[in-house]
């Protein structure tokens, strides 16, 4: 393994493990690129999240992430965990750019009250 490889393979295991597709991670005279397709842009934030955890200001110059997006109708999907409530999950996935009651409303299928969520249901996170 090289050096990069080392470095920022985390960040590609990371996206194949959120369901990205046509991953590949080439490197070249001392700069890694790593593309795919991502399911969601959620997805495709959390792979940058992880690169940006390992050079927070990508000030490195030796990493490019070449993600694509398949689904641009959403936001993403998220997972309910115990102890999530549809205020922390506005908060934490979207950064506050969503409302409880917004995600609520995307989800009015499934949910039938913001205050009654399951752990392992599948909400909807829509755009913002």
């Not at 005279?29 to 792979?47: E, K, L, M």
């Not at 992880?50 to 998220?78: F, M, Q």
Request: with cysteine; hydrophobic share 30%; aromatic share 8%.
């Amino acid at each position: 393994m090289s050096r990069l490889t080392d470095k920022y393979g985390d960040v590609y295991i990371l996206a194949q493990n959120l369901g990205s597709r046509n991953l590949l991670a080439q490197e070249e005279s001392g700069h890694i690129t790593i593309s795919g397709t991502c399911p969601t842009r959620y997805v495709a934030d959390q792979v940058w999240s992880k690169a940006k955890e390992i050079d927070p200001a990508l000030s490195h110059g030796d990493l490019t992430l070449d993600l694509t997006v398949e689904r641009e109708d959403i936001y993403g999907e998220y997972e309910v965990r115990p102890g999530d409530t549809l205020s922390d999950i506005a908060k934490n996935i979207t950064r506050g750019k969503l409302s409880y009651q917004q995600i609520f409303e995307a989800n009015r299928t499934i949910l039938k009250d913001p205050d009654e969520i399951q752990i392992g249901q599948r909400l909807t996170i829509p755009n913002f």
